[in-house]
């Protein structure tokens, strides 16, 4: 299911809303521990997982490049949230019967170019993560990423084009 997009005074906010049928607990597991993190967005490692703490994003290009990030506010197994360049990430895990919602919001200044191709690359490292909850990590699977930028792409597009 596509993210919905909201156009606020400040911006844009981007939610994804997956249903995953784990605790909370696992979750969470999945978002801040290093080694799970590595199977669904291996650009993100934790370095020091509290408010005021740091994640680091590795460029993946070869250079040895890694970019600080702020973790904005950590509310275990509840909130991550976290600088994501000039926006904000954030993550909210709510107790559900059959396991948890997770919801992924992107807080966005102003759309670009880029907008629709970090928006794709959201759905499918989340579509990754499921997968590595029900115990079958998979590769970025690059023909879903095509798929998903085309759709983000005309959302963007329609958003940029109302002004």
Request: net charge negative.
């Amino acid at each position: 299911m596509l993210a919905s997009i909201q156009r606020t005074d400040a911006g844009y906010i981007v939610r994804f809303d997956r249903h995953l049928q784990h605790a909370v607990e696992k979750v969470w597991a999945a978002i801040t521990d290093n080694d799970k993190l590595a199977k669904w967005m291996p650009n993100l490692q934790i370095n020091d997982l509290r408010s005021g703490g740091l994640i680091k994003f590795d460029m993946k290009d070869g250079s040895g490049t890694f970019i600080d990030m702020e973790i904005l506010e950590c509310i275990p197994y509840s909130v991550l949230e976290f600088v994501w360049g000039t926006d904000r990430v954030r993550f909210e895990l709510y107790p559900e019967p059959e396991g948890c919602l997770l919801v992924l919001k992107e807080y966005i200044g102003a759309l670009s170019d880029h907008t629709s191709k970090d928006l794709s690359g959201w759905h499918v490292c989340l579509d990754m993560m499921s997968a590595l909850l029900q115990g079958q990590p998979m590769a970025f699977p690059k023909s879903d990423w095509e798929k998903w930028h085309a759709r983000y792409k005309e959302e963007v597009d329609r958003f940029q084009q109302e002004g």
